[in-house]
């Protein structure tokens, strides 16, 4: 039998650079050797958007398209919606009772989320559980492997804990799973913070125009103390030269740049414009093939549905093993 990937995104804007080199680079490649569940994470998503439900709604439709248009294959890799999956939800509930408040209360994740937020003590209960959820996400599916980005690893781990506690406690039916993490786990944003996040406003999306890409890399966080061509700069911590190093398919050319950048000599326009060139290289494909299946709305949300039912056959099956483990199979 093929070993399972479980891994998704929240439906809260389109996609960007840092889930391409996060996780859906390694999804693409490893979809016809798994089976592979992806979960667009509606529920998730509402955890810290409960007064938004519209923007959830028709974000649904638009990460959809950017996994069509990277190359997730819907032969090959089944797109589910989270919320149309209750078993996920009766999971949650159970473990709820496998894990204490003051462990969730030191997730690094939840934590550094929660202060990005600026929550303070008015958390929803929702979000501070997120991690409860997820694991519930991933087990329903006994998945192996979960391709994420660094910042959800944490959460992985703690996944892995109400896995072992489950199997200690009832009966060793779940499966605990690995994190996978590709060779860039955590893209920063445009504007030098530590994370390019759709919620952060720092992102440069799937999806973006050729206009809206320039305009961002012209405006690109590089190396403040760099501001005549002939001093040196540092590409350590510049932007500019963390997406090449992601996205050039050069790399002696980046070794040449970065060695002229460092000794002084090279302008900050003259590597945004190699740096526009390779980012547009990269997306212009994309935006094409998302613009064709853009045409047939109505075909993606078919696709999602047929995911889905097939997605709830898997989880089905995983509850009524639960449920026995847990004595709660009454009337069999
Ligand atoms: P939000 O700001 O709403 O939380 P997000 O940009 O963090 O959105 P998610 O849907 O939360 O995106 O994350 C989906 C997956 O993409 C996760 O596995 C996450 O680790 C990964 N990911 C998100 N941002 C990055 C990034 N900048 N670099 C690498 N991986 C990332
Ligand atoms: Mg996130």
Do not use: W
């Amino acid at each position: 039998m093929k070993k399972v990937i479980l891994t998704g995104d929240r439906p809260t804007g389109h996609l960007h650079l840092g889930h391409y080199v996060g996780s859906l680079k390694k999804r693409i490649e490893l979809q016809k050797e798994y089976d592979t569940y992806i979960l667009i994470a509606d529920v998730q998503a509402l955890t810290d958007n409960a007064e938004n439900p519209e923007k959830i709604r028709k974000n649904i439709l638009e990460v959809a398209l950017d996994y069509l248009a990277v190359g997730i294959d819907p032969k090959q890799s089944t797109i589910v919606i989270q919320s149309l999956v209750p078993e996920i939800a009766e999971l949650t509930i159970y473990y709820l009772n496998l894990v204490t408040l003051a462990r969730l209360q030191r997730n690094p994740t939840v934590k550094d989320e929660m202060k990005q937020k600026g929550f303070g003590a008015n958390v929803p209960v929702g979000f501070l559980m997120y991690p409860i959820s997820q694991a519930a996400d991933i087990t329903a599916f006994k998945a192996d492997l979960v391709p994420v980005g660094e910042d959800q690893l944490p959460v992985i781990e703690q996944t892995a804990e109400i896995v072992r506690s489950f199997n200690r406690i009832y009966k060793p039916v779940l499966v605990e799973p690995k994190g996978l993490v590709s060779d860039v786990g955590r893209l920063s944003g445009i504007d030098g913070q530590a994370k390019m996040g759709k919620s952060l406003g720092n992102a440069i999306y799937l999806s973006d125009s050729y206009e809206d890409l320039a305009k961002k890399v012209r405006n690109m966080y590089t190396d403040p103390k760099h501001i005549r061509v002939a001093d040196p700069g540092n590409v350590k911590g510049n932007i500019v030269f963390e997406y090449l190093d992601a996205f050039d398919p050069d790399l002696e050319e980046v070794k040449k740049l970065k060695s002229q950048y460092k000794a002084g000599g090279l302008g900050d326009v003259v590597v945004k414009k190699r740096l526009l060139e390779v980012l547009d290289n990269f997306l212009k494909p994309i935006r094409e093939r998302r613009e064709e299946f853009a045409k047939d709305p109505a075909e993606v949300m078919k696709m999602l549905e047929k995911g889905t039912e097939k997605a709830r056959e898997k989880t089905a099956q995983t509850l009524k093993e639960v449920r026995e483990a847990m004595k709660l199979d009454y009337f069999v």
